[in-house]
């Protein structure tokens, strides 16, 4: 399974991006979808999560202004970014994680990050 990231860009403070994460085939088994983000000189970092149960965890610099959501249909989750600013400058990097609990073959993916850059 690959997933492929995008939407990325160039944009100014204040502006909006949507990003796209969209799986080759579908992934059973899900326990989590998620946002992470790597700044340049700084470590990766989690932007937002969001379970199978539909519950959601923001990091404090973004909440309200970030959305996550998934398209089970299509295989694809998104976050809607709003309000952009210029530390949001980052590779933005989709995760999926499925469920330790069972034994299967592969728990993670990770998408090949897409990068956004908020000029000021």
């Known amino acids: 399974v690959q997933l492929q990231a995008s939407g990325g860009g160039l944009v100014q403070a204040g502006g909006s991006l949507r990003l796209s994460c969209t799986a080759s085939r579908k992934i059973f088994n899900i326990d989590t979808m998620g946002w992470y983000r790597q700044a340049p000189g700084k470590q990766r970092e989690l932007v937002v999560a969001?379970?199978?149960?539909?519950?959601?965890n923001y990091a404090d610099s973004v909440k309200g202004r970030f959305t996550i959501s998934s398209d089970n249909d299509r295989n694809t989750v998104y976050l809607q970014m709003n309000s952009l600013k210029p530390e949001d400058t980052a590779v933005y990097y989709c995760n999926i994680e499925r469920d330790k609990t069972l034994s299967l073959r592969q728990y993670e993916y990770w998408g090949q990050g897409t990068l956004v850059t908020v000029s000021s």
């Open positions: 969001l379970t199978s149960g539909g519950s959601t």
